[in-house]
């Protein structure tokens, strides 16, 4: 009668739902919105299920009055189908094997369909093993053997789950045959590591392998599921920065929850940690949250910044400002997150404080090279003095600046040396590679040469490099012809002036003197020196 009342009222809701689960199938899937409302619907239609079972079901009890036994045991085994029912019910929301449209965790649908039956058969085991615990206790056998009946149920699903995980793995990779992961492996083996445990009397022990060994395979279906309602299914498989930050907090959340039920023991027994231990642990774990969120979000638009460098104009800037600033974001939140959980935990932070400024006043004092270093870098950063990639000089040294630290720059000459020079020691700094450089290209023509016929020959050249399609964009301005710059006993100086980018004089200049040179063989007038 209890099967056929709940039999009963489940068809009743859902001949009356049924224009509601058409709807959830079709719901729209485009943003974040409708993506939430579409999953919260079908885990709320699928549970309305089973509670129109269970309603059914205890109507019908009520309708019969069985005897005291008989209904202990009728509820007993109605508590068993729910429980199944509702784990049933989590794997469908997260898995949904017969629709990938709306499947949460991505696995393909093989698998899904694998995963989903071993669901249901381990929860049909537990729930069995407990269900025979409870009949028989009802039917006053003695303690022991009642728990020797639990003992199996758990022993059998613990040896199930190592075959679901390997069912699901197989189907995962289909054809392709690769060796477990070892990951796999030890979360195939916590089930029988935990009734090991339990069986030797380490019940605090079992429980805490069981939650942290299942809680990283839970975190990655709750991160995949964040990640999925956020953004939508990822088809590529290629996630982006802001997927993986989502999925990254959904993980953390999940283990964080771990934790908490390690700390507050299993179920029913009095092993846990009090209530101010726990408040204790969970705003030191919030914090740690907290910290590494913020991490992930500063270190995802640096990166992202990095990766535009290469399109934007102030790449090389953003290349030498952009890691120094990770560098500084991550010392910061890693200090404090360390004083807000040692405060959290009754630690006065202010004397620590207090002593960490003599501290470091003392070391300010004793190490004022090192202090003024870091403060000069700091300041010719400021000033965009210099970039990854130019070329400088300062206190005779040249070269290209290839990397920095907090307290030096490193600069790489022409014939390959590495310097390592100190902030501090940089006074003057003379910068190559800004904005545009220039050249002056001397060329002398002997006397008694016409000043007409050399200067059209120089002007023919400099429109050859103009016209030129690889040259043009290496020129700022148009080279100018100066003219006579400067007459000696033997020849009269010519010079053109020319602004390139930096780091291109020499191929201009050479290109420039190779169109000189071939107009004036042609035109048959000598050079000189």
């Excluded at 231990?277 to 270190?299: C, K, M, N, P």
């Excluded at 404080?353 to 300010?364: D, F, K, N, R, S």
């Excluded at 016409?450 to 429109?463: L, N, R």
Aim: with cysteine.
């Amino acid at each position: 009668m209890l099967w056929f009342g709940g039999w009963l009222a489940e068809r009743l809701f859902f001949r009356w739902s049924a224009t509601w689960m058409r709807r959830i199938a079709d719901s729209p899937l485009a943003t974040v919105r409708q993506r939430a409302v579409a999953q919260a619907q079908r885990l709320l239609f699928a549970q309305c299920l089973v509670l129109s079972f269970a309603a059914g079901a205890c109507l019908a009890y009520l309708a019969a009055a069985p005897p005291a036994a008989a209904g202990i045991m009728a509820l007993d085994v109605l508590l068993a189908i729910v429980a199944v029912r509702s784990a049933r019910v989590l794997g469908r929301f997260l898995l949904a094997p017969g629709g990938p449209r709306l499947r949460l965790v991505a696995l393909p649908t093989n698998a899904a369909w694998r995963a989903q039956h071993g669901v249901t058969v381990v929860a049909l085991t537990l729930a069995a093993g407990l269900l025979w615990s409870a009949l028989l206790r009802l039917a006053g056998a003695g303690a022991a053997v009642a728990d020797a009946s639990t003992s199996l149920g758990l022993l059998l699903a613990a040896i199930l789950t190592p075959a679901v995980v390997c069912a699901v793995v197989l189907a995962r990779h289909g054809a392709d045959r690769h060796p477990p992961r070892p990951a796999i492996v030890a979360l195939a083996l916590v089930p029988i590591t935990a009734w090991l445990l339990a069986q030797a009397c380490l019940s605090a022990v079992a429980w805490a392998a069981l939650v942290m060994g299942l809680a990283p395979a839970l975190a990655l279906a709750l991160g995949d599921a964040a990640r999925t309602i956020a953004f939508g299914p990822n088809r590529s498989g290629a996630l982006t920065r802001e997927e993986r930050i989502v999925a990254h907090a959904a993980r953390n959340v999940a283990l964080i929850a771990g934790l908490l039920l390690v700390v507050r023991g299993a179920p029913g027994s009095d092993e846990g940690l009090g209530a101010v231990a726990t408040t204790e642990i969970v705003s030191a774990l919030l914090i740690l949250l907290g910290a590494d969120l913020a991490w992930q979000i500063v270190r995802s638009l640096i990166d992202r910044g990095l990766a535009r460098a290469d399109s934007d104009s102030r790449a090389d800037r953003l290349a030498t400002v952009l890691p120094a600033l990770r560098t500084v974001v991550l010392v910061a939140l890693a200090v404090t997150a360390i004083l807000g959980i040692a405060s959290t935990f009754g630690l006065q932070i202010g004397p620590l404080l207090a002593g960490a400024g003599v501290v470091g006043l003392t070391i300010g004092f004793g190490a004022q090279a090192l202090v003024r270093d870091v403060i000069a870098g700091f300041f010719l950063l400021l000033d965009d003095a210099f970039r990854v990639g130019e070329t400088i000089e300062s206190g005779g040294l040249q070269g290209r600046v290839e990397a920095f630290s907090l307290r030096s720059v490193r600069l790489r000459d022409d014939s390959g040396h590495m310097h390592t020079v100190a902030f501090g020691e940089l006074k003057a700094v003379t910068n190559f590679s800004r904005d545009w450089a220039g050249l002056e290209v001397p060329i002398y023509v002997p006397h008694g040469v016409p000043y007409e016929a050399a200067a059209g020959v120089i002007t023919a050249a400099i429109a050859a490099v103009e016209a030129d399609e690889a040259l043009a964009p290496l020129l700022t301005t148009p080279p100018a012809f100066l003219g006579a710059t400067a007459l000696s006993e033997a020849s009269v100086r010519m010079a053109v002036l020319v602004r390139t980018v930096p780091g291109s004089q020499g191929r201009v200049r050479s290109d420039l003197l190779r169109h000189v040179l071939s107009g004036m063989a042609g035109a048959g007038i000598p050079l000189s020196s």
